[in-house]
């Protein structure tokens, strides 16, 4: 700044009020700083700025898996969210990992973001809970952490998946498969919850051969369908508890020599991009992506801007998008999105 001012033949003071804009100045001493900083390359010293004014206008977002599109797509609405607002966003990307995790809470609290959103890998709170100890506002998505008093934005995954399994059931299908996430997840354990109550609410029976792990990625969708098409008894119809496992189911369908959907009608979970692109196009129940980052800034910020007020977790609604891996179940039901 000092440079500046020099080659601009004004103060200091004048130059900063002309990049910060904190004071009128005339406009031909403004003229003379924008050409200085101009032929100077200068580029103000952000951090040095937000220790000053107590803000860094930079959030943080952990995710678990940045290669699963799902929390590509959610990043990128968290971005362009910060981006309209005027800030930053430092993402990174755990592996499901809990020490890496807690190193990265650890590394956004060291570059002193003005807040957080993250999505918990698993169960372990011990970095939510340091980074509320520093009174860091912080918005948990996606998956739940009980006992943890932050914001937390969660979708209904029980009514989402009850659902999708009540779609294929409509459509005639009674010998239905479920591939489930990981247990130790709370959205996991609804959406299976979910899966079973359909089948309860039909007056139906469950076989516990149906259900099959998975691990929310493409290759437990594959492994899992697997094992379903060994069953002695062929099922009609899979559920899949997220888009990514569900395009593994799809691959191991096709593994077997079987067609989706005249063999196997299937369903997912979460609305990703890439599921209008599959073979064939994936029927899914889709989270509202766009509307969950554009609240989690909204949170985030709000908090940062002193307004407190009690934690609370808001609960969003799915929608059920209609393709043609589902095949000839009723495709007009109430609320239910039409698309080939």
């Known amino acids: 700044m000092k440079d500046v001012a020099e080659l601009a033949d004004v103060s200091v003071t004048t130059v900063s009020h002309v990049l910060n804009k904190t ?20 580029q103000p010293n952000a951090l040095a ?18 290669s699963n599109p799902y929390f590509a797509e959610l990043a990128r609405s968290i971005e362009d969210a910060c981006f309209e607002c005027d800030y930053n966003m430092i993402l990174c990307n755990s592996d499901e990992d809990p020490t890496k995790e807690r190193a990265y809470l650890s590394l956004l609290v060291e570059k002193r973001v003005d807040g957080i959103v993250f999505v918990a890998s698993g169960n372990d709170r011990s970095g939510v809970q340091a980074v509320l100890q520093q009174k860091i506002p912080l918005v948990v998505l996606d998956r739940e952490l009980k006992d943890t008093k932050c914001d937390s934005i969660v979708v209904d995954n029980r ?31 609804d959406r299976l919850q979910g899966y079973q109550d359909a089948f309860t609410k039909a007056r139906l029976r469950v076989d516990p051969k149906w259900i099959q792990p998975g ?12 094992r379903l098409l060994d069953l ?49 196009p994936l029927t899914t129940m889709a989270q509202p992506i766009r509307e969950i980052g554009k609240l989690a800034t909204e949170l985030v910020l709000s908090r940062v801007n002193g307004e407190r007020k009690e934690p609370r977790i808001h609960r969003l609604e799915t929608s059920l998008v209609v393709r043609i891996s589902c095949g000839t179940a009723t495709q007009k039901r109430a609320g239910a999105k039409r698309e080939t």
């Open 23 to 42: 004071r009128y100045v005339d406009r031909s001493l403004v003229r003379r700083v924008e050409t200085a900083v101009k032929s100077l390359g200068y």
């Open 232 to 280: 002695p008894n062929p099922i009609t119809a899979i559920f899949a508890a997220n888009d990514l496992m569900a395009i593994g189911v799809l691959r191991g369908i096709g593994a077997r020599g079987l067609r989706v959907p005249e063999d196997i009608a299937v369903v997912g979970f979460d609305g990703i991009s890439l599921g209008k692109y599959t073979q064939p």
């Open 215 to 226: 691990d929310f990625h493409i290759e437990g969708g594959y492994t899992a369908v697997q």
């Open 159 to 189: 009514a989402g998946a009850s659902r999708a399994t009540q779609h294929l059931i409509d459509g005639n299908h009674r010998r239905i498969g479920c591939v489930g996430g990981p247990i130790n997840l709370v959205a996991a354990r």
């Open 49 to 66: 700025r937000g220790l000053r004014r107590k803000e860094t206008r930079m959030l943080g977002m952990v995710v678990p898996d940045n």
